[in-house]
C-alpha cells in the first residue's frame, strides 16, 4: 500500500501549501543573505556623489561652459610663442607663404582669462589655405576667428587671418 493512496484532496492542498510556505521563506533567507554587508555604507555614498554632481551641474549653468581643450593652460607669452610655432609649421606642411605673423598676448584681461591675439597673411594654393584653416580649427587651444578674407590673386590666394586664443590665468 502506498502513502499517497491513503492521501486525501485535503491532506495533499496541506502539503503543497506547507512545501510551498517553506520554499518562500527558504528564499526569503537566501535573498537577505545575499546583500552584501556594505550595501548601506555604498548606498551612502553614492547619494553623496549623486548630491555632488547635482551641485556641479547647476554651477556650470550659471554661466557660459567652454569645451575640453578650448583654452591653455601655459602662460599667455609662452603660449604665444608655441602659436606662433605651430602656424608657421602648418603653413609650411601646405606650402604657403607666411607674412605679417603677430601672435602675442593681448593688453588686459577679464580676470579670469587673457586672450592671444594672432594675426597673418598666408599666400598659395587655394586647397592649402582651406587645409591650414582647416587644421586651425582643430587646434588646442581653440582658435577663435575674428576675421578670415581669402583674396584670389590669379592662380594663387591670400589669406588673411585674425583671431585670438585664450588661456586661464
Avoid: H, W
Avoid at 603677430?102 to 587645409?131: F, M
Amino acid at each position: 500500500m502506498n502513502l499517497f493512496d491513503r492521501a486525501t484532496t485535503r491532506d495533499l492542498a496541506i502539503a503543497g501549501g506547507i512545501a510551498a510556505t517553506g520554499a518562500l521563506l527558504m528564499g526569503l533567507v537566501m535573498a537577505s543573505l545575499s546583500a552584501p554587508p556594505e550595501q548601506k555604507a555604498r548606498l551612502a555614498a553614492l547619494d553623496q556623489e549623486l548630491a555632488q554632481v547635482t551641485s556641479l551641474s547647476r554651477i556650470s549653468r550659471e554661466g557660459p561652459t567652454l569645451p575640453p581643450g578650448a583654452i591653455c593652460t601655459k602662460a599667455p607669452a609662452e603660449e604665444a610663442q608655441v602659436l606662433a610655432n605651430a602656424i608657421k609649421d602648418d603653413a609650411g606642411q601646405f606650402k604657403l607663404t607666411v607674412t605679417g605673423l603677430e601672435v602675442a598676448p593681448a593688453a588686459g584681461t577679464d580676470g579670469r582669462l587673457a586672450a592671444v591675439r594672432i594675426r597673418y597673411e598666408a599666400s598659395g594654393p587655394y586647397e592649402a589655405a582651406l587645409g591650414l584653416l582647416d587644421l586651425m580649427s582643430k587646434r588646442s587651444p581653440q582658435i577663435y576667428a575674428d576675421s578670415v578674407d581669402l583674396t584670389s590673386k590669379g592662380s594663387s590666394v591670400t589669406l588673411a587671418f585674425s583671431g585670438r586664443a585664450f588661456c586661464s590665468v
